[in-house]
């Protein structure tokens, strides 16, 4: 007696790429409830049944829901990761802040600030964007500015976490608190903390 074949048409096959257009509805889906609902509002359930997919399609990207919503936010939400390094660091400051600043001016703007907030109010978010998207922002100013030092574009003695993280904190004070965001204004932070020589 022969064994029957198994019908393995339903299963997944090992090593099957992902459906980019599957990707697309999760991160809407989650950026949707975020809009409307704030962190604890976004479920996986509830992000699977607008993004009209399994919660295992969701689980097996993203173990849990701070994981979720950062990616959500970081690819849906383009936050890009705009790392020039053009040999001036001037120049190269202003393009991130430039293009930070395009993020908080443009549609997505109102969900980036909810976002901010939402940090504070849940640790686990805010650990998962430091290790998956600040990290890499702020470790390469710190190299920008290291390299500047190196070169002389910076005394020896500048302080690197300063120059590091006042550019961005500027930019975010100024959207959080609803000033003025300016064409002017990356250039106007860099040359405070940069001045120009």
């Not at 007696?1 to 019908?7: C, E, G, I």
């Not at 936050?79 to 040999?87: A, M, N």
């Not at 939402?118 to 922002?137: C, H």
């Not at 930019?171 to 020589?197: C, E, K, Q, S």
Request: hydrophobic fraction near 40%; aromatic fraction near 6%; proline fraction near 7%.
């Amino acid at each position: 007696m022969t064994n029957p074949v198994p019908d393995t048409t339903d299963r997944p096959r090992a090593g099957r790429r992902r459906d980019p257009l599957c990707d697309e509805a999760i991160f809407a889906a989650t950026l949707a409830l975020f809009a409307e609902q704030g962190y604890s509002g976004v479920t996986i359930e509830g992000v699977a049944a607008r993004a009209g997919v399994g919660k295992a399609t969701i689980y097996r990207r993203y173990p849990d829901k701070a994981q979720l919503v950062v990616a959500a936010v970081h690819v849906g939400a383009c936050v890009t990761d705009l790392l020039p390094d053009t040999g001036d660091l001037r120049a190269n400051l202003t393009t991130m802040l430039g293009s930070l600043m395009g993020l908080l001016r443009g549609n997505q703007g109102p969900v980036l600030l909810a976002f901010a907030a939402e940090r504070i109010r849940y640790p686990s978010l805010d650990e998962e964007f430091k290790r998956s998207v600040i990290g890499a922002k702020r470790a390469h100013i710190r190299h920008l500015v290291t390299s500047a030092m190196e070169r002389g574009e910076l005394p020896a003695g500048t302080d690197v976490d300063i120059v590091t993280e006042a550019g961005p904190a500027l930019l975010w004070y100024h959207a959080l608190n609803r000033l003025p965001l300016t064409d002017d204004l990356p250039r106007r932070i860099v040359d405070l903390v940069v001045p120009p020589t």
